[in-house]
């Protein structure tokens, strides 16, 4: 199996920045899509930023232009970089990887870190 762990998020006042990153561990075979997910209470849990094997990437249309999603490397292959936060930013942020692996090689499938919380107040 692969397993997630998100780290990065805190405490932050209003304008400033974070930095997301994505460790992935276990029997990954092929990465097809990374990105993050966020979920505010008592919203669902939605698309923030993705980024394609071939390196296109797509955000919300909330995030345009503050937030930059990018691949790092094997251990820790997907970051996010949040600047200009608003309060409205504040919820859990989930990394997704869609992936083969030695235990499901085909289909691709969803696997998900455990949340890093982002908190923007001042």
């Known amino acids: 199996q692969v397993n997630l762990v998100e780290s990065g998020g805190g405490l932050v006042q209003p304008g400033g920045s974070l930095r997301l990153s994505c460790a992935a561990s276990?029997?990954?075979?092929?990465?097809?899509?990374m990105g993050w997910f966020r979920q505010a209470p008592g919203k669902e849990r939605e698309l923030v930023a993705e980024?394609?094997?071939?390196?296109?990437?797509r955000y919300a249309d909330s995030v345009k232009g503050r937030f930059t999603i990018s691949r790092d490397n094997a251990k820790a292959p997907v970051l996010l970089q949040m600047s200009s936060l608003k309060p409205e930013d504040t919820a859990v942020y989930y990394c997704?990887?869609?992936?083969?692996?030695?235990?499901?090689?085909?289909?691709?499938?969803?696997?998900w870190g455990q949340g890093t919380q982002v908190t923007v107040s001042s």
């Open positions: 997704n990887l869609r992936a083969t692996s030695r235990q499901t090689t085909w289909p691709p499938i969803d696997y």
């Open positions: 980024i394609t094997r071939d390196g296109g990437t």
């Open positions: 276990g029997s990954i075979l092929t990465i097809y899509n």
